[in-house]
């Protein structure tokens, strides 16, 4: 297995997340998204409806990846969007414990707020069929979303889960960021908007130009 699942020549993934309208999900996957993101998460000023997210989802080009952000949400309400919404990924940042997280029947990923002292390895291997991990910045009370980053340097350098390098990223730091950490994937959301859950598409070009040169 790659150490962190790089090789050279291997593609930066990219998930545009807090996506709230159609027109920006479209612009993210004309530039190159993977993924979008959508947030079911009440308390999120990027949440969106289930019938907000349905119309974004089917409005997507083929080999874009919805993916459904979810915060200790109960059973039925997931349920209730997987009904509806045709998700391709979920994400958990809450204390969703592995059992739980991989009783959907889609694959999932697990948010890691990089608090003081986590033992990172730890921590995931009891996510054994989690497709990846997200790490994000560690503000208490806040389960992500929050535009701040962390020390990378705290990421083990034999860290080989596939990693999904979130928390305050933006066109100035991408490059600096995909050189240090080597991440299978990059997200962002507050790092590309004009407001909150609103896209500005020249961030969004500025972005993918400094993914593109790390």
């Known amino acids: 297995m790659l150490t962190r699942f790089q090789a050279i020549g291997m593609r930066t ?8 309208r159609l027109e920006d999900a479209l612009a993210a996957a004309h530039l190159g998204a993977d993924a979008i993101g959508l947030v079911f998460y009440a308390r999120s000023p990027r949440a969106v409806d289930v019938e907000r997210a349905r119309e974004i989802v089917q409005g997507l080009p083929p080999f874009v990846t ?6 200790d949400a109960p059973r039925a309400g997931i349920e209730a969007v997987l009904a509806r919404v045709p998700l391709g990924l979920l994400q958990f940042h809450g204390d ?5 997280c991989g009783s959907y029947g889609l694959p999932y990923i697990k948010a890691v707020r990089m608090r003081p002292g986590l033992d990172l390895p730890g921590f995931t291997a009891a996510y054994p ?19 701040q980053s962390f020390d990378w340097g705290r990421i083990p350098a034999d860290f080989d889960r596939p990693l999904i390098l979130a928390g305050g990223l933006d066109a100035d730091n991408v490059n600096a960021a995909i ?36």
């Open 179 to 214: 050189r240090q950490v080597q991440p299978y994937g990059v997200d962002v959301s507050g790092g590309v908007e004009a407001a909150k859950g609103v896209k500005d598409h020249q961030r969004l070009q500025a972005f993918f130009r400094g993914v593109k040169h790390g």
């Open 129 to 147: 069929d989690a497709a990846g991990f997200l790490l994000d910045a560690y503000v208490a009370g806040v389960p992500g979303g929050t535009g």
């Open 96 to 100: 969703e414990c592995p059992a739980d």
């Open 66 to 71: 919805a993916v459904g952000l979810f915060v």
């Open 13 to 20: 993934r990219v998930k545009i997340c807090g996506i709230t």
